[in-house]
């Protein structure tokens, strides 16, 4: 076990709805990392906060977006969704900042089906 | 454009013998390599890293060799065990975001 709580496991929704996705990460992490793994996809860096604060961004749209709460969990929002956002979303927690050197804790995911 | 790349999808290794995944990556910023270990249903778990100022690093049945060089690493596992069958990623990073490739599924045959 992780220490990283994703829920829910499994979302199956419609196109053009939209889906919120959480995250608690481990005891005493201030970071917080989104991750999207598409079908025989590495895991794709959406966006990290810190503390609160958005820290680093990577291939995250637009249609997307997240926030992380004062105490310290963490949303993930996908709206107007599409076919192609079917995917497993990943939530990492670790202690510091972006830096690789900060080992990243994951939980187990959660499945988004898009029909 | 795949800054680090895991040319092998997939690799079956007699239980025992030594398992090498390998992975190479573009970008020389990289400073800070790792390995992650994914079972089916779970995320995935750290296994061992290593810095650039570092050519190997040792962590029981795992060792990771980085040539810098060549930009390229590899995870050595001996003996491999059934428990081993998973997918490993490998990542790399500097002060960004970790870069992941598109993972080894590992298979040990009993």
């Known amino acids: 076990d992780s220490g990283v709580t994703q829920t829910p496991k499994h979302l199956i929704t419609a196109t053009g709805q939209r889906v919120t996705l959480r995250c608690s990460p481990r005891s005493g992490d201030l970071s917080v990392y989104w991750y999207q793994q598409s079908l025989d996809q590495g895991l794709q860096f959406l966006i990290q906060y810190y503390n609160g604060e958005e820290r680093a961004k990577g291939n995250i749209l637009e249609r997307f977006s997240a926030q992380q709460f004062p105490d310290l969990h963490s949303e993930l929002n996908l709206s107007s969704l599409e076919l192609g956002d079917s995917a497993l979303y990943f939530c990492?927690?670790?202690?510091?900042?972006?830096?690789?050197?900060?080992?990243?804790?994951f939980g187990a995911g959660t499945r988004l089906s898009v029909l | 454009d795949q800054q680090v790349k895991q040319n092998s999808p997939s690799l079956s290794v007699q239980e025992g013998r030594i398992s090498i995944l390998n992975c190479d990556y573009t970008?020389?910023?990289?400073?800070?390599f790792l390995w992650y270990k994914k079972y089916p249903a779970e995320g995935p778990t750290f296994l061992i890293s290593?810095?650039?100022?570092?050519d190997k690093n040792e962590d029981g049945r795992f060792t990771v060799f980085l040539n810098k060089s060549a930009k390229h690493l590899s995870l050595h596992i001996v003996p491999s065990q059934p428990g081993d069958s998973a997918v490993y990623f490998c990542?790399?990073?500097?002060?960004?975001?970790?870069?992941f490739g598109t993972g080894t599924r590992l298979t040990i045959i009993p």
């Open positions: 290593i810095s650039s100022i570092k």
């Open positions: 970008n020389s910023m990289f400073d800070y």
């Open positions: 990492a927690s670790s202690g510091g900042g972006t830096s690789a050197k900060n080992i990243q804790y």
């Open positions: 990542a790399a990073g500097g002060n960004e975001k970790l870069t």
